[in-house]
């Protein structure tokens, strides 16, 4: 049975870090792409980032707008997790956080729609304080 299992989320004040994990179970996604999304309360989850194989142990990563330059995405595959760490946070980064899995084969383009996503986590909450 695959899961994704997320630790790390919590209260921080603004302008402080967090470190999401995203540990997986079940099967190997390394070769994958991992995403992380987000969903405040009222809204739609929304993507927050992706990594993807270029080669192997090699990744890129892509982000939002909103999270450029203060996000990180990285992979231990030893480990079999992935890391969303998250600096420089806002009150409008408050939210339910969840890391995605997908096996399908999809054009990069397509990274940031939920619906190529197959394996979700339970989705930690981040909340930030001003």
């Known amino acids: 049975q695959v899961q994704l299992v997320e630790s790390g989320g919590g209260l921080v004040q603004a302008g402080g870090s967090l470190r999401l994990s995203c540990a997986t179970s079940?099967?190997?996604?390394?070769?994958?792409?991992m995403g992380w999304f987000r969903q405040a309360p009222g809204k739609e989850r929304e993507f927050v980032g992706v990594?993807?194989?270029?080669?192997?142990?090699?990744?890129?990563?892509a982000y939002a707008d909103s999270v450029k330059g203060r996000f990180t995405i990285s992979r231990d595959n030893a480990k079999n997790t992935v890391y969303l760490q998250m600096n420089s946070l806002k009150p409008e980064d408050t939210g339910v956080y969840y890391c995605?899995?997908?096996?399908?084969?999809?054009?990069?383009?397509?990274?940031?729609?939920?619906?190529?996503?197959?394996?979700w986590g339970q989705g930690p909450q981040v909340t930030v304080s001003s």
């Open positions: 990594s993807w194989s270029r080669s192997w142990s090699a990744y890129s990563t």
């Open positions: 995605a899995a997908t096996t399908g084969y999809y054009s990069r383009n397509d990274y940031d729609r939920r619906e190529i996503y197959d394996y």
């Open positions: 079940g099967r190997t996604f390394n070769g994958y792409p």
